[in-house]
T-cell receptor, first 114, second 107 residues
């Protein structure tokens, strides 16, 4: 069975641009969560979506948004990119809505903002 | 204010040594995860704990809810165990992550 997949693997953008990152969960998993990991730090929770609805949101500005599609895949959108948005963006899926369940992580998308 | 503190930040061990990584937290939780992150970024979930102790192969994880403390132990460490180990707490609709412990096991 395929694991969690993310695209693209790497991305370079300039300040002020917009970016869309994509995540496909493990088949049968209905929850997708997004995390930002700045170099040298632990991940930070951005969003959780379950059955197309937002179930959790971390302390991120409104420039960050996400959505989940009927097939449970998800997009993370970041507007008006800042240099500080450079990070590894991780997606994780799980069967249900509880973040206490085992989370299955994708390989991440490395975003560099110049 | 950091809800999760891990120690040590860096750890170098000789192959075969017993390893302990600690995670202390300041908030009430319902579950705690131990994660392993290899160079390149991929994260693997090792354990999810809400009480007591779990064992998987050479890895053992314990949690003391009253003391707000969890430990990850690696017995008979091996160079392939070299990675960053991260604990994460399940809060209300959120996960709080520690900054990780970078483990290097030398042959």
């Amino acid at each position: 069975d395929a694991g969690v997949t993310q695209s693209p693997t790497h991305l370079i953008k300039t300040r002020g641009q917009h970016v869309t990152l994509r995540c496909s969960p493990i088949s049968g998993h209905k929850s997708v969560s997004w995390y930002q990991q700045v170099l040298g730090q632990g991940p930070q929770f951005i969003f959780q979506y379950y059955e197309k609805e937002e179930r959790g949101r971390g302390n991120f500005p409104d420039r960050f948004s996400a959505r989940q599609f009927p097939n449970y895949s998800s997009e993370l959108n970041v507007n008006a990119l800042l240099l500080g948005d450079s990070a590894l963006y991780l997606c994780a899926s799980s069967p249900g809505t509880d973040l206490g369940e085992t989370q299955y992580f994708g390989p991440g998308t490395r975003l560099l903002v110049l | 204010k950091n809800e999760v503190e891990q120690s040590p930040q860096n750890l170098t061990a000789q192959e075969g040594e017993f390893i302990t990584i600690n995670c202390s937290y300041s908030v009430g939780i319902s579950a705690l995860h131990w994660l392993q992150q290899h160079p390149g970024g991929g994260i693997v979930s090792l354990f999810m704990l809400s009480s007591g102790k779990k064992k998987h192969g050479r890895l053992i994880a314990t949690i003391n809810i009253q003391e707000k403390h969890s430990s990850l132990h690696i017995t008979a460490s091996h160079p392939r165990d070299s990675a960053v180990y991260i604990c994460a707490l399940r809060g209300a609709n959120n996960l709080f992550f520690g900054t990780g412990t970078r483990l290097t096991v030398i042959p």
